[in-house]
């Protein structure tokens, strides 16, 4: 008799913290709090070091397992083989229920 005040609660909590929450974020500031002057030069430090180092890329491993394309090709390798497990299963389920 309680569950749905119990779980409405929950959802109402649930809600109310979704909507504080980019409030909570926006006051987050990155780098530790560093000032607009700050920010500004990091960035052109950064932009200065990649002129220097224009062989260098991006920096963003893409074949690797950590980078883009390894990932998809690892997630793809297992959730492909659990999708085949399942189609072979099901297989075996229907030639068992046919005999």
């Not at 893409?62 to 959730?79: E, L, P, Q, W």
Request: aromatic content about 8%; glycine content about 14%; hydrophobic content about 50%.
């Amino acid at each position: 008799m309680k569950t749905p005040i119990i779980v409405g609660t929950a959802l109402l909590a649930v809600f109310v913290a979704s909507t504080f929450a980019p409030f909570a974020a926006a006051q987050y500031t990155p780098g530790g709090g560093l000032g607009l002057e700050q920010e500004l030069a990091l960035a052109k430090a950064k932009v200065q070091a990649v002129q220097n180092n224009p062989h260098a890329g991006s920096g963003t491993p893409y074949i690797d397992a950590n980078g883009v394309v390894g990932a998809s090709v690892i997630s793809g390798g297992i959730f492909g083989g659990i999708f085949i497990a399942f189609v072979v299963r099901a297989k075996q389920a229907e030639k068992a229920k046919r005999a």
